[in-house]
């Protein structure tokens, strides 16, 4: 797969296109994801936010203060509640692009997990992956790992 990536929510009102490559692409354990996708993670896709481009429709914002303790803009549709992207305050270049929104999610591999301390008990950890405890410092690693694999 290569750029652009077309997405949307579940009922159709919001329709996206990302017209970069991904940065990387990793699995969060961290109780916000749990809750935020009524399972035992999340994932994200970083890409450049100047790449998203929202084609139909208009995202709904939620502000909120993750388990990192840094503030991230959450943009989903208002009618069928589908989490789209999230923004981190801490990098205003970078869209975290949920990427079980994508149409065509058959090229997603993860190459990290962030917030293995808080993985349910029953989830296997590959230790072919990039593996943290907490939020990383920096995202070098993860970015470079998505450019090998």
Request: hydrophobic share 35%; charged share 20%; proline share 6%.
């Amino acid at each position: 797969m290569s750029a652009p990536y077309t997405g949307g929510c579940q009922c159709g009102q919001i329709r996206y296109e990302i017209r970069s490559e991904p940065l990387t692409l990793y699995v969060c354990h961290c109780q916000e994801c749990q809750k935020q996708s009524s399972s035992a993670f999340g994932m994200s896709m970083p890409v450049p936010r100047a790449a998203v481009v929202i084609l139909q429709g208009q995202p709904k914002q939620w502000v909120r203060v993750g388990n990192s303790g840094r503030e991230v803009s959450c943009l989903f549709c208002e009618n069928c509640g589908t989490r789209l992207f999230h923004n981190p305050a801490r990098n205003l270049k970078i869209t975290n692009v949920k990427p079980g929104t994508l149409d065509d999610t058959s090229w997603l591999r993860p190459v990290g997990n962030l917030w293995t301390r808080s993985s349910q008990k029953w989830v296997v950890l590959s230790e072919q992956m990039l593996n943290y405890a907490a939020q990383p410092e920096d995202f070098h690693e993860l970015f470079e790992r998505f450019r090998i694999d």
